[in-house]
Structures are given as C-alpha cells and as structure tokens.
C-alpha cells in the first residue's frame, strides 16, 4: 500500500475527464521536446514530461500533490514508489538538481547527449504508465 503524506499530498476525486487531461498535457510537452533540436528545450520539457507523469498517477490513486518546498521531490519519489523503480528514483532526482542548477544558480551546460538520454527516459515512462492510466 502507499502513503501518501499529509504534508504534501491531499485525497481528492480526480473525474476520468481531469486525468485524461493531465495525460494530455503531458502528450503534448513530450512533443515539444521530441521536436526540438535545443538541448535546454528538450531537457526542460522532458522534465515537465517527468512531473506531469508523477501527477497523473498520483491523481490516479486519488490524490494531489500541495504545492510547497520539495514537492518535485515528492511527485518524483511517489512515481517510483508506485511504479516499484529505483531507477526513476535516481534519474529523476538527477533531473530535478540539474532543473534546480538551470533554474536557480545561473544555468549549467546541457549537452545534446544528454538531453536525449532524458528524453529516452521519459518516453520509456509515459509508455509504461499509459497502460496504468486508461
């Protein structure tokens, strides 16, 4: 069974309509990155993939992450814990620092390798959760 902490996850009633469109917007911001020849664009939309994905299946199991310090952290652990893989674990949280390096301490170099090796990652995930949602 998991456990979804108080302190950063709330019960809520998702319809099928909301999770589908969770799907969606994930659907869409793995496009944008499979299409793009930038190496930020595609790290930073594989990410939002990542996250979004977390959300979905957390809204799944009837719950919603609250949006406070750490939660990427959350979303990130629970997908793997959901999942049972430690290797999401260790690649998402390897994502989320280098997000965090972008973001807040003047940006950091993405290579073209990179990139792809996380948008590889992402693609593998949304396939193997879009059998769990529908």
Request: without cysteine.
């Amino acid at each position: 069974m998991i456990k979804f902490e108080d302190s950063f996850f709330e019960e809520f009633e998702f319809t099928k309509e909301q999770i589908q469109g969770y799907l969606a917007s994930t659907e869409k911001d793995l496009k944008i990155a499979s299409d793009s020849n930038v190496p930020e664009v595609i790290f930073q939309f594989s990410y939002n993939v990542l996250i979004k994905l977390g959300i979905t299946l957390i809204a799944k199991h009837g719950y919603r992450a609250r949006s406070k310090t750490g939660h990427h952290a959350k979303i990130i652990e629970k997908l793997a814990e959901v999942l049972n893989d430690d290797k999401i674990l260790a690649i998402g949280n390897l994502m989320r620092k280098r997000r965090n390096v972008e973001l807040y301490s003047g940006g950091g170099v993405i290579t073209d390798k990179q990139a792809k090796e996380y948008l590889e990652f992402v693609k593998a995930l949304v396939q193997k959760i879009g059998a769990k949602i529908v």
